[in-house]
Each structure stands twice: as C-alpha cells, then as structure tokens.
C-alpha cells in the first residue's frame, strides 16, 4: 500500500477500532473532547464526512448495516450519550437513544433487521433490541414506541459483543455469567455461571458446528452446547492469559494468547479443509 499525508488515523486518537466498507474507513473518535464520527476514501485518505458527536470515551468499533433502510445504508454506534445510527453515505444522524452505561464497550451487532445494544458500566447495564429502520429520538423505555422490539434495563454486559446463533442471543459478563435470550421477543432462557467465577471473562462469544465458545480471561475455554437449555460439553486449558476474541476459519478456530497463536481443529475437519485449498 502506497502511504499518503491524508490517511493519518492514528493522529484521531479514537479508542475504537477503524472499520473496513468497500470504499471507505469508518472511525467512531468519542472521547474527552470534540467528539466524532467520520468516513475516509480508502485509496486516498480524503475525508467523507464528518459528524459531531456530544458523547464521552466509547470503545466498540462501529457496525455497518448495509441492509437498505428507506434506502440509506447506515453505520450504527454503541455510545453513552447518544447510540444510533447514521447515513453511511453522508453521516446524517437517522436515528439515536441517550442513556446507557458509561465508557461502553460491546459492538452493536445487527440481526434480520433487529439492532442489539448493550452496556453495563455505571448504575446503568441494557440490553435493548431497537429496529434498524427507527428515527429520530428513540426511547427504549417506552412501550409504545414503534421502533423498540424489547428493552432489559438491567441485564447489559460491559466488555463483550453479544452473539446470535440460531435465533438466540448470547451475553456473557465479566464475571463469566453466561445468558441465552430469545433474540426476537428478550425472553430469558437460562442464566449460568461459567466456572467457579475466579477468572474474568473479556473476550467475546463465538459460534460453530451447535456449539458457543467462550473464553476465559485465565486460559479456560468454555464450550456450551447452543440451545435454550444449559449444557456445558466441555471445559478446555489454554495455559495461558487470555483477551482476545477467538477467530473462526477453514474448520479451525485461532486463539491469542499472551504469547502464542494457538489453531485448534478437529482433526478429520482440518484434513478436509488441506484437501480443499
């Protein structure tokens, strides 16, 4: 790749991580000062857009959900002050809810049209499933507002994405308490420690082949059999500290440790994937 001047995003100081769509690099930069939400030519660095934002340090990288919405495509942002969503192609503000936990971390993550928030930071932890389709001011405590699919005001996470896997919703707390929903109506189906709630838990849920993977900020990888009942299949060591999400590709799933790269697959699936490079 060929640097140029206009591409510096590292000098936006933003806390959460640049996205990748087609042409452009979207970077949510809410911090202790003139906040914001910005697009950048990916092959020159030229900037888009740029919206203010009135929010504080945010830590989730921004989702983009490319489904057309009244034909606008949008990029949607967790936050504490303002979470919504914005015109991917002119960063015009379409949607937005105030409130929420402070600092948050957890990506918005989009399902059949159904947007899902969280935050747990402060004397405030949602889980809120808000239609992409919403606007202008949405207010997830109201019951008869059109655009909230349903609002759990006190069962947020603060550091993990949530993960849908055939129709259900999986949240998992720093504490390693691991809850299903029904991801269309919020109905709880079981809340489980993992483990003996000695270790934390940063990273986020991942899902294959029927089973949740969950990992343990000590090393210990949690497999949960997916459904709306609990079963824990397995318990597994990695021997080493933990944060990082796990990856997901040709039948193997990649672990980051604090000093190794660690690939583990089952071992007929890792010979089919050889076979069909």
Not at 207 to 218: F, K, Q
Not at 220 to 238: H, I, M, Q, T, W
Not at 257 to 266: E, Q, S
Request: with cysteine; glycine share 12%.
């Amino acid at each position: 790749a060929t640097a140029t001047p206009g591409l510096a995003l590292g000098a936006l100081s933003a806390d959460c991580a640049p996205v990748l769509f087609e042409d452009r690099v979207l970077v949510q930069c809410d911090h202790e000062g003139e906040s914001f939400l910005a697009a950048f030519a990916l092959d020159d660095g030229r900037e888009l857009w740029r919206t203010p934002r009135k929010d504080e340090s945010t830590w989730g990288s921004p989702t983009v959900c490319d489904t057309s919405v009244r034909g606008r495509p949008q990029v949607i942002v967790n936050g504490y002050r303002e979470l919504g969503g914005y015109d991917l192609e002119t960063g015009e503000a379409l949607w937005r809810i105030v409130g929420g936990g402070d600092v948050p971390v957890p990506t918005p993550l989009v399902f059949r049209d159904v947007v899902y928030l969280t935050s747990s930071h402060g004397p405030s932890r949602p889980l809120r499933a808000i239609r992409v389709d919403a606007a202008g001011e949405v207010d997830p405590d109201d019951d008869e507002d059109p655009a909230v699919v349903w609002n759990l005001p006190r069962r947020g996470n603060y550091m993990q994405t949530p993960l849908v896997y055939g129709g259900l919703l999986y949240t998992c707390t720093d504490g390693g308490v691991l809850s299903c929903f029904d991801s269309e109506t919020g109905e709880t189906f079981y809340r489980e420690r993992l483990g003996t709630g000695d270790t934390g838990f940063s990273a986020s849920p991942v899902a294959s082949s029927g089973h949740v993977y969950l990992t343990g900020e000590s090393g210990a990888v949690f497999v949960v059999r997916a459904g709306p009942r609990f079963e824990l299949d397995s318990e597994n060591a990695l021997g080493e500290t933990c944060l990082a999400t796990p990856a997901i590709a040709d039948g193997r799933l990649f672990f980051r440790t604090r000093y190794h790269l660690v690939a583990v697959a089952d071992a007929a699936a890792a010979d089919g994937a050889e076979d069909a490079r």
